[in-house]
């Protein structure tokens, strides 16, 4: 459903006012944007409220956000050391070396990782390999038949943290909302089995549970959406893709003379593509 309207209507304040009239366990809202000051914004309303959420940030400001205590005992917990040594044949120096890395660029705020794009994927490739570790280690734990380590796991404080999603998923009563960003949704969390985006979200019929999206600012999101699309390595279901691209572009665009006007190159490459899929 559709919600118009401009700044300062009460937009923000109807979800706020949607989750606390809704108190049922199994409907489970989602809240994306595509600006971190309307993120923060939805988080501040909800303390307010008293209201649980997870936010999902990014995942450089996860790792830096965990203290050295809290990692050093994830790190020595009883079941991480029993999948690293099935696993990784024991080996969980390089998640060490690269959590105290980055904690020590962190602490020098004239860091400016946006500047620098080597220093940028440098620290990218080493918080990439932290969350490929923890996950690996749960995805397995998942598997087994005795479920006790996958169920401590996944109520581990510092595993919470670094996969909120997780707690969002185990915790219902408390957890009323996933706070995200558009960037995250798209290329997704990691729900303790396996990583899931926006867009493979299901109802779960069996437990009659009902996920509801709020997607602020459309008129930007839609955008942005298009740029992460064309951005990504792959495109599930290809043919169903290209039936929507087909039907939008002859439909509502190329059925306009006046479309792209300004720009006959661009509109006949559209002419000629749309053509070879008809």
Known sequence: KLVLGGTGLGKTRGIIETVKE???????????????????????????????????ERDEEIIKK???DDFDALISN??????????YKGNDNFVKQ???????LAKDEKNKFSNNSGLTDFLNENVRSIF??????????????????????IQNPTIKVLFPYLDFVNNPAEKRIFIVSLQKAFYG??????????YKLKNNH???????????????????????????????????????FYTILTKYKLSREKFLENHPIIRAELDKITTEVK
């Open 22 to 56: 809704n108190t049922e366990e199994n409907k489970r809202f989602f809240y994306v944007a595509n600006r971190l000051q309307l993120l923060n914004e939805m988080v501040a309303d909800l303390e307010k409220e008293n209201i649980g959420y997870c936010l999902q």
């Open 66 to 68: 965990i203290k050295k």
């Open 78 to 87: 009883t079941h991480i050391q029993k999948y690293t040594e099935k696993l």
């Open 98 to 104: 690269n959590y105290y890395l980055i904690q020590e």
């Open 132 to 153: 490929s570790f923890f996950r690996n280690i749960i995805k397995s734990a998942s598997t087994e038949k005795n479920q006790k380590a996958y169920s401590e796991l």
């Open 189 to 198: 969390f990691f729900d303790g089995k396996q990583v899931i985006n926006l």
């Open 206 to 244: 069996e437990k009659k549970e009902t996920n509801i999206i709020f997607l602020d600012e459309f008129d930007f999101l839609e955008n942005d959406l298009l740029s992460q699309i064309c951005k990504d390595t792959a495109v599930e279901k290809p043919f169903t893709f290209v039936e929507y």
